[in-house]
């Protein structure tokens, strides 16, 4: 049935575009830098996208260990997230810090980077595949890999203007902590998408 394979490419694509948001400014901030090799940067990023989403769901598969009426509490995880962002938002902060300086300019340290950048995709994408049922975690996967290309090309797209890039910033900072409410919701909702 069509049905859930097109709620599932619809509550990854959110994932993805809401806890990656910050990378995909780091990914800005790389392919603008004249030191940094387009290419290798591009690796660096899809590199660490496909890392996290492989460690996202061999957490999964340990999480699903438990008791599986638990599972759906995974939605916690993300729900939090996003209520932690709206009391920065509310409160005026918004927790970001600048990117690191990198000495080496190659694929590892852009991987590096994004990756220990990347602790609230790790959470959220854990939660998310420990709640989809196992015919649709392939879509999870090939939603993730399409929408880290479709990052990346926005990005080399966005690089030469800046205004827009102002306007994504100011926005995402109101729209994203919304979106990882509801992704909570929908792991903590019983669907038919769900393991179980």
């Not at 879509?139 to 399409?146: E, G, P």
């Amino acid at each position: 049935e069509m049905l859930p394979i097109l709620v599932v490419v619809g509550v990854t694509a959110a994932s993805f575009v809401s806890t990656s948001f910050d990378n995909f400014l780091l990914l800005l901030g790389f392919y603008a830098d004249g030191r940094y090799a387009k290419g290798r940067v591009l690796l660096g990023y899809v590199g660490s996208s496909l890392g996290i989403v492989l460690l996202a769901h061999g957490a999964a598969t340990v999480a699903e260990t438990a008791p599986a009426h638990l599972l759906g509490y995974l939605g916690l995880i993300p729900l939090t997230l996003g209520l932690v962002g709206l009391v920065r938002l509310a409160s005026g902060t918004t927790g970001e810090a600048e990117a690191p300086e990198v000495v080496a300019r190659g694929i590892l340290p852009v991987s590096g980077i994004m990756l220990a950048n990347s602790g609230d995709t790790l959470a959220v994408f854990t939660s998310l595949f420990a709640d989809t049922a196992e015919g649709l975690e392939i879509w999870v996967l090939a939603t993730t890999v399409a929408s880290a290309a479709a990052y990346a090309v926005l990005a080399r797209w966005l690089v030469a203007r800046a205004g827009v890039v102002r306007g994504l910033k100011r926005y995402s900072r109101v729209a994203l902590p919304f979106l990882l409410v509801g992704i909570g919701v929908y792991i903590l909702a019983n669907t038919g998408t769900d393991a179980i």
